[in-house]
């Protein structure tokens, strides 16, 4: 029983204080790969710290895919802003949860070799958001994880992240 108490303890105490791994501006790096209705993006992005609690950032994704012998190419830029809870949810400086809104533009180029017709289609730009979380094992490496929803795409996404 004492062992169950210590290490409940222990584990309560890690997560009393609460500590954003965010920085003033500093920027993190991160790059992953995903799933969506239309292939497997993979992406490539940064996020600037405004405040210990609010980032802004920019991203580049490419995914491709094939069916029906139509090969389908979508190349996206996003901006995006996030809002992390950390200090309000007081959880340990390993985590950074965080959730935001994106304006997004994304490019598809279909190419039909069957009917021997190339077609590039300029997609509006759109709005969406996204909720996420980031588990670092040092002061500057992370696992990250993002579900993206928009009206132009929708992601699940997976990938590392790099604090400078």
Known sequence: MKKIVVTLSIFLV???????????????????????????????????????VIT??????????????????IIGFQGNANYH???ILKVSKEWDFYAGVNLNYYCWIVDDKKNNDLLVVD????????IGARYYFNKN????????????NSVGKIGITYKL
């Open 14 to 52: 890690s997560f009393s204080y609460a500590q954003s791994p965010l920085e003033k501006g500093k920027t993190q790096l991160n790059a992953g790969f995903g799933t969506s209705s239309w292939g497997s993006p993979v992406y490539f992005s940064a996020d600037y710290g405004l405040s210990e």
């Open 56 to 73: 802004i950032g920019a991203e580049a994704s490419y995914q491709s895919y094939k069916i029906y012998g139509i090969k389908s190419t």
């Open 85 to 87: 809870f950390n200090e």
């Open 123 to 130: 997609e509006p730009f759109g709005v969406g958001a996204q």
């Open 141 to 152: 490496f992370a696992i990250n994880i993002e579900c993206v929803t928009g009206s132009v």
